[in-house]
């Protein structure tokens, strides 16, 4: 049974961080990708990692202030949310898939494993 669960939401301080974690059982992804979804607004790709090459690629919006990390041995991946702004407050859902080594992005086709999200709310 594959399975993607999410952790680590929860409410700050604008200015304050966060640390998301995504575990992934069942299945050895490479490439995992963190997408938000504020209410009423679409969901848009945040950060990517290929497990594999270690390569990264990040939305513009949270360039310098989030930071995607792997944990081979636990299978886990995480989102380093730091100064975080009200407008990062959203649902962050975990996407997972294989690829090869070196692919990294943020199109949500790319991706047919997903968490069921949590929620992080900046204020």
């Known amino acids: 049974h594959v399975q993607l669960v999410e952790s680590g939401g929860g409410s700050a301080l604008a200015g304050g961080s966060v640390r998301l974690s995504c575990a992934a059982s069942?299945?050895?992804?490479?490439?995992y990708s963190w997408f938000r979804q504020a209410p009423g607004q679409e969901r848009e790709g945040v950060a990517c990692?290929?497990?594999?090459?270690?390569?990264?690629f990040y939305a513009d919006s949270v360039k310098g202030r989030f930071t995607i990390s792997q944990d081979n041995a636990k299978n886990t991946v995480y989102l380093q949310m730091n100064s975080l702004k009200p407008e990062d407050t959203a649902m962050y859902y975990c996407?997972?898939?294989?690829?090869?080594?070196?692919?990294?992005?943020?199109?949500?086709?790319?991706?047919?494993?997903w968490g069921q999200g949590t929620q992080v709310t900046v204020s």
């Open positions: 996407a997972a898939d294989l690829w090869r080594d070196f692919h990294v992005g943020l199109r949500e086709a790319d991706f047919g494993y």
């Open positions: 990692i290929n497990t594999n090459s270690g390569r990264t």
């Open positions: 069942g299945y050895t992804f490479n490439t």
